[in-house]
């Protein structure tokens, strides 16, 4: 999984079709010298358009899910 919440590419997968860079709505990825990057990995809010869109399924979202607990 990556470091930082952003989605992880599977560069072997990836076709550059360019699909998720126009589906992301924060502008986060960008095709680059040949490679999708994260443009701006900050902005990512996890929406998962580019997953959703990826025809070669080559984009996931990973989702930390923690409890917090109740203060009674």
Not at 44 to 63: G, Q
């Amino acid at each position: 999984m990556a470091d930082k919440n952003v989605p992880v590419i599977d560069r072997q997968k990836c076709t550059l079709c360019g699909m998720c860079v126009d589906a992301c709505p924060e502008d986060v990825l960008a095709i680059e010298a040949g490679n999708l990057v994260f443009a701006d990995a900050g902005a990512c809010t996890m929406c998962a358009a580019c997953e959703s869109i990826c025809p070669e399924r080559a984009v996931t979202v990973y989702y930390h899910i923690s409890w917090a607990d109740k203060e009674e």
